[in-house]
Structure formats: structure tokens, C-alpha cells
């Protein structure tokens, strides 16, 4: 669905989230506030879409210990730094480092900030790949190439509720624009 009409893509990854942070036991909104939870998005940006390849990172040594990102709680996660994607963006191109998340349920982490954190989004950052939360578009049929969209971008469980650790974007990913797509919080 990502691949072939992505506003169709957006509207049921959006309703799905709502849905599911309203009846879901493990939801990070607060139980009480659950019932009448509404999403908060920007409006709908093709321009911030990309298909991007990534640059892999040199081999690195086997004794080489795992990277640890800053996260909003005392647990500490293991991470790999894989490669970096340009993204070409109207203003200019920007680069996001890609990771790979070494424990936990493995799979591609793409974690950013930008001028939005604290006022509209989240302090810490939003999260543009998740795959261990299963919030990944996957690759281009054609190229191979990530499907990188940043009208999916979304809020960490922390953001909802401080009881829930989350890892946040080093400052490598820190973009020095606003991304005025995906959830926001006011």
C-alpha cells in the first residue's frame, strides 16, 4: 500500500495507531485518557518522501562494542550504526545515520530531531523507522532503496507518558530545519 497510493497508506497507518492507543493494554497514553485520545498530524507532504539508498558504514571490528543512544530511561539498548541516507529536501540535502538495533527484536532504527521538537513534537525526536514496532515502509521494488516518509514520522511512547523508556535521536541525526509532517503533539 506504501509503495503504490501512499496517502491511502498514511490514512490507515494513522487510524490504526489511533485505534490501537485507545484499546490496547499496552498503550503509552495514560488509561484514564484513552478513551477520548485523538491523534495529532501534520498535514500530508509528498515533497518529504524519498527512496534513499544506504551508504554502509566501513566494516567494523568484531571487538568493537555496540553503540548506546541516548534513551529517556536508565535501560540501556545496543545499537549498530549501519549506514547512512541523504535525503534530497526542497530546502536542502540533509543525511540521517541508519541502525540497526543490536538487542531488543533487531531491525532498522531511524530515530531524528528537528526545529518542531518542543513546541509542536516531542522534545526528544520522533521516529521515522521503527522495525521492531513494525514502522517501516519497506523498500522500492525498483531500486532497493528504502522507502524513507516522513508523513509517517511518530511520537516514542515516552512522549505520552514519562513510565516508558524510549531511545532518542543522537545528535548526528539532528536536522536544522522543521519536518512539518507526520504526528505531532499540539
Not at 516522513?150 to 512522549?159: E, G, L, R
Request: aromatic fraction near 10%; include cysteine.
Amino acid at each position: 500500500m506504501a509503495a503504490s497510493d501512499p496517502s491511502i497508506a498514511l490514512a490507515h497507518w494513522r487510524a490504526v495507531r489511533e485505534r490501537l492507543f485507545r484499546v490496547h493494554p499496552q498503550s503509552p497514553v495514560p488509561a484514564g485518557e484513552r478513551a477520548t485520545f485523538e491523534a495529532r498530524h501534520f498535514g500530508h507532504d509528498p515533497r518529504l518522501r524519498f527512496v534513499a539508498s544506504v551508504e554502509p558504514e566501513p566494516p567494523s571490528s568484531a571487538d568493537e562494542p555496540p553503540l548506546v543512544l541516548p534513551n529517556s530511561g536508565a535501560d540501556a539498548l545496543a545499537y549498530r550504526r549501519i549506514g547512512r541516507v541523504r535525503l534530497p529536501f526542497p530546502e536542502g540535502e540533509c543525511r540521517l545515520s541508519v541502525f540497526w538495533m543490536a538487542g531488543y527484536a533487531g531491525g532498522l532504527f531511524i530515530p531524528f530531531r528537528d526545529a518542531t521538537n518542543g513546541i509542536e513534537t516531542y522534545g526528544a525526536g520522533r521516529y521515522l523507522v521503527d522495525a521492531a514496532k513494525s514502522a517501516d515502509l519497506g523498500t522500492d521494488p525498483l531500486t532497493g532503496g528504502l522507502i524513507l516518509d516522513f508523513n509517517f514520522a511518530y511520537q516514542p511512547s515516552c512522549a505520552f507518558d514519562p513510565r516508558w523508556a524510549c531511545p532518542i535521536a543522537p545528535p548526528e541525526n539532528r536536522l536544522d530545519r522543521p519536518i512539518q509532517a507526520g504526528e505531532r503533539l499540539t
